[in-house]
Structures are given as structure tokens and as C-alpha cells.
């Protein structure tokens, strides 16, 4: 793999991960101002790297559902980095239920590593929390609307990215696997892991050529942090014009046309010599 080819996504998961970039609570709060914070999934608790509830969108009630990693040390460790345990899981899909019944569209903001691997979270059912949102959310009859804004990691980004339409923000990551995770399976180093990422196809770029997302939110040339106002105007837009598009749409429709789109993941045609 050339250096330079290498060099220019490792830049990408650099960005992807600077500790300045904003995180769903900045976009929340520019995008979502009257936003509602509602709690608790009704079987254990309150997970707070799940961040869920009500807001209006240029007039338009919707719900939100974002992961929130914290931007300090206290708020971190509070919200587990990002890492979701299935009652976060759990509780989103409760108030995408919701959404549904009073017909809302949703809006996932997506940032990850992955759902967290711990023992507790395993005990209380993590990959069927995952599973269960994966199922739900393919029939869901409501516009659902996901944007990666900086890492989607594996089955935790995935548990609340089953949707209509799928854009990144220009530095985001959206993998099956950390670069230092693929590095260590593949490698038995995860110090390769920038030889990695420049295999794992992760950066908008690749996953837009792929047809996984529909689209890419612009950013500054130095990343999200740098100049917020221009990604926030140009994700307002786009989330903007998909929900009208979207609701223009049959039920029916829209979930045929959703079904069909996660059926055509991954198609290739097999090269013989």
C-alpha cells in the first residue's frame, strides 16, 4: 500500500478522533434547541451514552437519538466514551417506538467505537440488545435518518444506523472494527493499525463508492472543530430536504425501499483467470 495513500487515511481517523471535534451534544444543541431529554429503557436503568427525546426540526416534531462520548474527562467516564450497554440500546429503540406511533421521523446521530464489551453488559443481554434493534428498525414505519459524525464502530453504530438514508460527516469512520482491532487480528500487531485503516475502506469516501451512504457533510479542510458553523448548516440542509423527501412517501413504500437497501449490501462478482 503506498505511504502516502496510508498517510491520508490515518489522517482521517486522526480527525475523526481529535479531542476538540464536537460531539451529538453540539449538534443537538445548534440544530435542536427546544430538544427534550427523555430517560430510562423501563427494565434497568438509564444509559447516558444514549442520549434520546423529542425536538422540533424546522417545525417539524421528530425524535432524536444520539450516541454522546462526553468532552471532558468527567463527562467520558459518565458517558462510557460513547459505549453503549443494551439499556442504552434498549432505550433507544423505546423511544423510536414511540416515533413511530405519533409518527416522527428520526433522526440517529452516530458516534461510537462500539458497544461496550463488558462482562455487566454481556450479563444483560448486549448482542441480543443489538439484534432486537437490527430487526425492529428494518420495519419501523417512520422515516429514520442517520448521520455518522465521527467514529461508527461495528454492531454499536449499527444497532442505531438501520435506516432510510445513511450520511457521514467528511472526516467520519464507518467500520466492521477498530484499525487497532483489524491490526490485531490481522497483523497480531495492533501498532499497524495505519497499515490498516488503509485496507479497511472506512472513510466517507470509500463507503459513499460502495453505496452504504447516501451522501457527505462537508467540513473545514483541518476538520468539524475548525469551523463549525459550516458543517452544521450543510448537515441542517441535508437532514433537511431528506425528511421532506422522505415523508413524501408511502408507508409501504418507504419500507420496501429500506428492506431492499440493506439486501443489497455487499454484491461483487468474482474474478476467474
Known amino acids: 500500500m503506498d505511504n502516502?495513500?496510508?498517510?491520508?487515511?490515518?489522517?482521517?481517523?486522526?480527525?475523526?478522533?481529535?479531542?476538540?471535534?464536537?460531539?451529538?451534544?453540539?449538534?443537538?444543541?445548534?440544530l435542536f434547541p427546544d430538544?427534550?431529554?427523555?430517560?430510562?429503557?423501563?427494565?434497568?436503568?438509564?444509559?447516558a451514552s444514549i442520549v434520546a427525546g423529542l425536538a422540533t426540526f424546522h417545525g417539524q416534531p421528530?425524535?432524536?437519538?444520539?450516541?454522546?462520548?462526553?468532552?471532558?474527562?468527567?463527562e467520558k467516564i459518565k458517558r462510557n466514551f460513547g459505549m453503549p450497554h443494551p439499556e442504552g440500546y434498549r432505550?433507544?429503540?423505546?423511544?423510536?417506538?414511540?416515533?413511530?406511533?405519533?409518527?416522527?421521523?428520526?433522526?440517529c446521530l452516530i458516534d461510537t467505537p462500539g458497544a461496550y464489551p463488558g462482562i455487566g453488559a454481556e450479563e444483560r443481554?448486549?448482542?441480543?440488545?443489538?439484534?432486537?434493534?437490527?430487526?425492529?428498525?428494518?420495519?419501523?414505519?417512520?422515516?429514520?435518518?442517520?448521520?455518522?459524525?465521527?467514529?461508527?464502530?461495528?454492531?454499536g453504530a449499527l444497532a442505531i444506523g438501520v435506516g432510510d438514508a445513511l450520511f457521514m460527516l467528511e472526516n467520519a469512520i464507518y467500520s466492521i472494527i477498530s484499525p487497532e482491532g483489524f491490526a490485531s487480528i490481522l497483523f497480531k500487531d495492533s501498532t499497524q493499525a495505519k497499515k490498516a485503516a488503509s485496507l479497511m475502506k472506512l472513510t466517507a469516501d470509500d463507503l459513499l463508492s460502495y453505496k452504504i451512504i447516501d451522501g457527505i457533510i462537508p467540513e473545514a479542510e483541518l476538520g468539524f472543530q475548525e469551523d463549525i458553523p459550516l458543517t452544521m448548516k450543510a448537515l441542517d440542509k441535508t437532514l433537511h430536504k431528506t425528511i421532506t423527501s422522505l415523508q413524501k412517501k408511502s408507508i409501504d413504500t418507504l419500507l420496501k425501499q429500506r428492506y431492499h437497501r440493506f439486501r443489497s449490501y455487499g454484491p461483487y462478482t468474482e474474478k476467474t483467470q
Open 4 to 30: 502516502q495513500v496510508e498517510e491520508k487515511v490515518w489522517q482521517r481517523v486522526r480527525l475523526a478522533r481529535h479531542p476538540k471535534r464536537p460531539t451529538a451534544s453540539k449538534v443537538i444543541q445548534d
Open 35 to 47: 430538544f427534550l431529554e427523555l430517560h430510562g429503557d423501563r427494565q434497568f436503568g438509564d444509559d
Open 62 to 74: 421528530v425524535t432524536v437519538i444520539a450516541q454522546e462520548k462526553g468532552t471532558n474527562t468527567d
Open 91 to 107: 432505550k433507544a429503540l423505546r423511544f423510536m417506538k414511540q416515533a413511530a406511533k405519533f409518527h416522527r421521523p428520526i433522526i
Open 125 to 155: 443481554g448486549q448482542a441480543q440488545a443489538i439484534a432486537y434493534n437490527l430487526f425492529e428498525m428494518i420495519d419501523l414505519p417512520t422515516p429514520i435518518v442517520g448521520v455518522v459524525l465521527s467514529e461508527g464502530g461495528s454492531g
